[in-house]
């Protein structure tokens, strides 16, 4: 084989070996190390307002960087007392009236199977088995395993909610040092902020910074465009159904409207995924107000989608849904539900890197030996 093609073939095995390394570390230490990667990005999100209060109020950098965190993580913590609160309260709401919501969804069983089309098919059924005395046997056995696979099944639901309540209370504890930990790399992070970032610029080699400056600049401009327009657009959805849901005197309203926000977040699928099937319900159950009401909210939604969609991620990279949808299912698998943000941040990650030329300058290594 001729040297050139070998040689091209070691710098390409060594570029993928140290592409799966980087990967396979990626993925073993993010457990290890999340909190004080989720430090570091707090305290790149203060430093601006750290830098302010050096500046303008004279204040030296360790006390800076405390009132920060006590603006930041006393808003952070006031905010989301609230709306626990009120989640809270409207859980509890719900449980107490889900007796009354079994006892319609029972009538409505009863009614149904009461209906004309229904009794024609079970007179069908009991003549059927009049005239084949055989089957009598075959057809009760088919329907006591139907009965209990679905009793299994209904056992098996109820079993892993409550596992998941169990489990959430006992991870209290735990949630409680993470949060601590988080808490103090905060601040010994931001307060070594300037001298941490020249030390990681200097570690850097030569060659690769331009590519990396670049890298990081586009990440910038990506990552907190496309944040900023998650969060406006599940913010609008969120407003939208909670004034549509109070309105329509749907008893909840807050926590159904937080609900479809937060699913407003899958593409394709958005709030249809909840409205849908609620809407369908209401007309099936004969509240005719409410599907209608549902009906006119839903088609609100995707207009003012539609409308403003375009001008909120005109500022930022935007992302493709399919390749979205992609990635946060694969984030989904790997990382589990933290995974639904890690997908299309990592899908940014190399939007960015494919953007700066680092695919171009691969080649140029494996082709000539050379990044430029």
Not at 54 to 73: C, D, E, I
Not at 107 to 112: A, D, H, K
Request: include cysteine; glycine fraction near 6%.
């Amino acid at each position: 084989m001729d040297s050139v093609v070998v040689k091209r073939v070691l710098r390409g095995s060594w570029i993928c070996v140290v592409v799966v390394g980087s990967l396979a570390a990626v993925y073993w230490l993010i457990p290890l190390l999340y909190p004080f990667l989720i430090a570091w990005l707090i305290s790149y999100a203060m430093n601006p307002f750290v830098l302010w209060l050096q500046q303008n109020m004279k204040l030296p950098r360790w006390l800076a960087v405390t009132v920060s965190l006590l603006v930041y993580f006393g808003s952070a913590a006031i905010i989301l007392s609230a709306a626990l609160t009120r989640l809270v309260k409207e859980l509890i709401h719900l449980a107490e009236s889900f007796d009354v919501r079994i006892e319609e969804w029972r009538r409505l069983f009863i009614s149904w199977t009461q209906s004309d089309s229904i009794q024609s098919i079970l007179n069908e059924i009991n003549r059927f088995i009049a005239d084949n005395p055989g089957y009598e046997n075959t057809i009760h056995k088919n329907i006591d395993n139907t009965a209990e696979k679905i009793g299994s099944a209904v056992s098996h639901l109820v079993n892993n909610f409550l596992n998941i309540v169990v489990g959430l209370i006992s991870s209290l504890p735990n949630l409680g040092v993470i949060l601590a930990v988080i808490l103090l790399a905060t601040f010994f992070i931001s307060s070594h902020w300037e001298r941490d970032m020249r030390f990681l610029a200097r570690s850097i080699p030569a060659p690769f910074r331009r590519t990396a400056g670049d890298i990081w600049k586009d990440l910038q401009k990506a990552l907190s465009g496309y944040l900023r327009a998650q969060f406006i657009m599940i913010s609008i959805t969120a407003f939208i159904v909670l004034i549509g849901l109070l309105i329509l005197g749907v008893e909840s309203a807050f926590t159904y409207a937080l609900l479809i926000g937060l699913v407003d977040l899958l593409p394709y699928l958005g709030v249809g995924t909840i409205m849908i099937p609620w809407l369908i319900y209401a007309f099936a159950t004969g509240d005719m107000t409410l599907g209608i009401g549902l009906s006119v909210l839903y088609g609100i939604i995707l207009v003012a989608r539609q409308l403003i969609e375009p001008k909120v991620l005109a500022s930022s990279v935007g992302l493709d849904p399919l390749p979205t949808l992609i990635a946060m299912f694969a984030g989904l698998k790997l990382f589990g539900v933290l995974g639904l943000i890690v997908g299309p941040v990592t899908l940014v990650v190399l939007g960015a890197a494919f953007r700066a030329g680092v695919v171009r300058d691969l080649r140029n290594y494996i082709l000539h030996g050379r990044l430029r």
